[in-house]
């Protein structure tokens, strides 16, 4: 049974930095494409950040560069690292996985993590 567990989330004051972690079990993170994603209140789900199998990332486009996703794959672990956090970075984090099948950053996510909040203020 897959299992994504999310840790790390809190609240910061902007400018701050966060590492979000995601421990994953059930299945190798070397098959699989893992995400990150954030939903903020009242808006929709958006994708931040996927990683490839053999380690390639992608980002969406208005988040590269404050954003770095990396994963170590003996600890079947997923990592987002946040720096110069800003109050629109207020969501829930959310990590997925997938098994590999093309794109990374278009294909449908099968498993999900219950979320960690991050919270940033002014």
């Known amino acids: 049974q897959v299992q994504l567990v999310e840790s790390g989330g809190g609240s910061v004051q902007a400018g701050g930095s966060l590492r979000l972690s995601c421990a994953a079990s059930g299945y190798t993170a070397s098959t699989h494409c893992m995400g990150w994603f954030r939903q903020a209140p009242g808006k929709e789900r958006e994708g931040v950040a996927y990683i490839y199998p053999l380690g390639y990332t992608s980002y969406a486009g208005s988040l590269q560069g404050r954003f770095t996703i990396s994963k170590d794959n003996a600890k079947n672990t997923l990592y987002l690292q946040i720096n110069s956090l800003k109050p629109e970075d207020t969501a829930m984090y959310y990590c997925?996985?997938?098994?590999?099948?093309?794109?990374?950053?278009?294909?449908?996510?099968?498993?999900w993590g219950q979320g960690t909040q991050v919270t940033v203020s002014s």
């Open positions: 997925a996985a997938t098994p590999w099948r093309g794109e990374c950053r278009l294909v449908n996510y099968n498993y």
